[in-house]
């Protein structure tokens, strides 16, 4: 496994470490390093799906469009 952080999407500071990303993730592309830590997303692993956007409940995870912003969207 790789140690790239995702090209598609970062993690917040306001991550509240709930793991229903863990949980979603088919890919297993989210990693929960030690406590009091942001989760990461494997850039390997990661297929772009947005899945891990969606299921957010506080909305920590977002969408980095090619200029590394945000995207139109605003994930």
């Known amino acids: 496994m790789g140690n790239k952080v995702s090209q598609f999407y970062r993690i917040e500071k306001n991550c509240i470490r709930c793991g229903f990303c863990l ?4 890919w297993d592309a989210l990693d929960a390093p030690g406590k009091g830590r942001t989760f990461t997303i ?5 297929p772009g799906c947005g899945i891990c956007v969606d299921c ?11 200029s590394g912003d945000d995207d139109a969207a605003g994930r």
């Open 56 to 66: 957010c409940p506080v909305g920590a995870i977002r969408r980095v469009g090619a």
């Open 42 to 46: 494997e850039e390997d692993l990661c």
């Open 23 to 26: 949980d979603i993730c088919s």
